[in-house]
């Protein structure tokens, strides 16, 4: 039998100073959300409001002075969610060279990264292509974007060697400089950067031999069979232990002035009947692809959480033809329990197929960042 899961849901969303937005707040009664306005209305601000609650940053830009909003000095963002049978309060707020608060029911998170992993959400956007195209930073964050939601020790470990990475590389960097080289001031970032790498070493392996079946599922039923699609781990860890790796590689790391071994540096391809699909894969079939990779995360996240995630998705027609997005709406109606938020610019297209799959859901007119719900 499944596990029987939760659901997470937003009743009220209200923003201050955010981007686009003086001043705004509203109320939520469907499982499908629709914000629906021509380009630079303001629909996306208001899906990069909800990733800000569940991540505790934009999904575009990692600057938080950027998205307060022009002439401000302080911007928030409040969102009050069910999350299962409990309420949850969350508020983020910050000013221009001070750091970001982030609040659950009024009490202050010790540190943003406690936070993560209480609201899983999966965001689709038109931008998301850069996941194949792109080089291979994008695809760890994928990785560690997922890992990091289902395994607060992951998220853990993955801090602490980025740390680590980065104390040695201004170790690097500094002997480089002056020409002198003490191998006991390497090894304690050495001993850090392996304990931690071998740890995420074997979740990231872990996580890709299970989630190849569930994506593969996903991306069968998304485009008929057609193909068959396939991931490939590559990592240094495979060559034998870190900490050996790194000794051996020391003379070429301060030649360089960084470190070149370890797992900052893994990859994962994307293959399609055994050929790189970012190489050789048509736009339809890497668009497929990636849809089916967000929608294989989300599946992964329902099952390792018991929670069903929120989805947000931007502008699907911007970069998806008719059929795709016919496919991708078709699959949430059927696979999908949890809380929908979508953006369209045309002011019909998306009503009229959500109401062909009997799900209730609520059409919200954005323009010129004004929010007003469309009655019937």
């Known amino acids: ?80 969610f069910i999350r299962g049978e409990f309420p949850e309060l969350i508020t983020c707020a910050w000013r221009k060279n001070q750091r970001k608060v982030l609040k659950r029911n009024h009490k202050e998170y010790d540190k943003l990264s406690q936070h993560i992993g209480l609201l899983p959400a999966v965001m689709i956007t038109p931008y998301d292509v850069e996941l194949i195209l792109e080089g291979s930073e994008t695809r760890r964050r994928f990785i560690d974007a997922t890992l990091s939601q289902v395994s607060p020790v992951y998220l853990d470990h993955l801090l602490q060697y980025n740390q680590a990475l980065q104390q040695r590389n201004a170790l690097l960097k500094q002997s480089g400089k002056s020409g002198s080289h003490h ?82 540096k893994d990859e994962i391809e994307f293959y399609l009947d055994h050929r790189m699909i970012k190489r050789f894969g048509s736009q339809g079939q890497q668009k497929s692809f990636l849809i089916s990779l967000k929608l294989a995360q989300l599946m992964y996240l329902r099952e390792k959480t018991g929670l069903n995630p929120l989805l947000l998705l931007d502008d699907l027609y911007d970069k998806l033809d008719e059929s795709r997005v016919n496919n991708l709406l078709h699959w949430i109606g059927e696979f999908h329990r949890g809380q929908i938020f979508i953006t369209d610019t045309h002011p019909d297209r998306i009503p009229a197929l959500l109401s062909g799959l009997n799900l209730s859901f609520e059409l919200w007119d954005v323009e010129d960042s004004k929010v007003v719900k469309r009655t019937a």
């Open 1 to 80: 039998m499944e596990p029987v899961n939760r659901d997470i849901r937003l009743n009220r969303l209200s923003l201050y100073q955010f981007k686009s937005y003086p001043e705004v707040s509203l109320e939520f009664d469907h499982a499908v959300v629709c914000f629906l306005g021509h380009n630079g209305a303001g629909k996306t601000n208001l899906l990069d409001a909800i990733h800000y609650l569940s991540f505790s940053k934009s999904y575009f830009h990692n600057v938080d002075a950027a998205h307060i909003a022009t002439g401000g000095e302080e911007s928030a963002i409040t969102g009050e």
């Open 183 to 264: 191998e006991a001031l390497f090894e304690p970032w050495d001993h850090r950067l392996s304990h931690h790498g071998e740890a995420i070493f074997n979740q990231r392996k872990e996580f890709v031999e299970s989630f190849q079946t569930l994506f593969e599922t996903v991306y069968l039923h998304i485009t008929g069979g057609k193909e068959t699609p396939s991931l490939k781990y590559l990592t240094d860890l495979e060559d034998g232990p870190l900490l050996t790796q790194l000794t051996a590689c020391i003379q070429k790391d301060r030649m360089l002035e960084r470190t070149t071994k370890g797992i900052h």
